[in-house]
T-cell receptor
Framework: KQEVTQIPAALSVPEGENLVLNCSFT??????LQWFRQDPGKGLTSLLL?????REQTSGRLNASLDKSSGRSTLYIAASQPGDSATYLC?????????FGAGTILRVKS | GAGVSQSPSNKVTEKGKDVELRCDPI?????LYWYRQSLGQGLEFLIY????????KSGLPSDRFSAERTGGSVSTLTIQRTQQEDSAVYLC?????????????FGQGTRLTVV
């Protein structure tokens, strides 16, 4: 069964901290992995996509890594800001669908 | 607009009624997905369309749910004889063919409430 797990479920940090969100998946036969952000009552915003042949992707203060063999991905957020507060979702593409984790709820306190 | 557009943004319906939810994907995107997000739950895959291929309907929870995609563009998700457990946010996403980085872009969703 293709399952995606995200740890921690929730995280509260003071502004300025660097932090790591974790994602693990049971089936390593992935096409790609995508990190999304979801604000309350809103849709999903794509943050980073890592293709199966890649090891990492960077965008601004965000860096995502992928280790297919161990079934893991991490999202690193540098110098966190209150505006980063949201739910972060990891999604793994298998064939015709994205399988989502339950998300990490991040709160950055000012 | 340049993004995925869904309508209506909110829908309240009585139990037993049929509802139609609409998705306008990004122009040129051949892949289209429907997902459901229930309160406090993760995103649940419903159906996938890719070009002219037969859709992957493996995620549809019951035969009350159906979806079509006309002309390879606009998609409609139909729920017949709605039940209270159908209440959720229904999200649509589109992406390019797998030949390109197949980044999925999501709409803002339709919040369905069955009373």
């Amino acid at each position: 069964k293709q399952e995606v797990t995200q740890i921690p479920a929730a995280l509260s940090v003071p502004e300025g901290e660097n932090l790591v969100l974790n994602c693990s998946f049971t089936d390593s036969a992935i096409y790609n992995l995508q990190w999304f952000r979801q604000d309350p009552g809103k849709g999903l915003t794509s943050l980073l996509l890592i293709q199966s042949s890649q090891r990492e992707q960077t965008s601004g203060r965000l860096n995502a890594s992928l280790d297919k063999s161990s079934g893991r991905s991490t999202l690193y957020i540098a110098a966190s800001q209150p505006g980063d507060s949201a739910t972060y979702l990891c999604a793994v593409e298998y064939g015709n669908k994205l399988v989502f984790g339950a998300g990490t709820i991040l709160r950055v306190k000012s | 607009g340049a993004g995925v557009s869904q309508s209506p943004s909110n829908k309240v319906t009585e139990k037993g009624k049929d509802v139609e939810l609409r998705c306008d994907p990004i122009s040129g995107h051949t892949a289209l997905y429907w997902y459901r997000q229930s309160l406090g739950q993760g995103l649940e895959f419903l159906i996938y369309f890719q070009g002219n291929s037969a859709p992957d309907k493996s995620g549809l929870p019951s035969d009350r749910f159906s979806a079509e995609r006309t002309g390879g563009s606009v998609s409609t998700l139909t729920i017949q004889r709605t039940q209270q457990e159908d209440s959720a946010v229904y999200l649509c996403a589109s992406s390019l063919d797998r030949g390109s980085p197949p980044e999925a872009f999501f709409g803002q969703g339709t919040r369905l409430t069955v009373v």
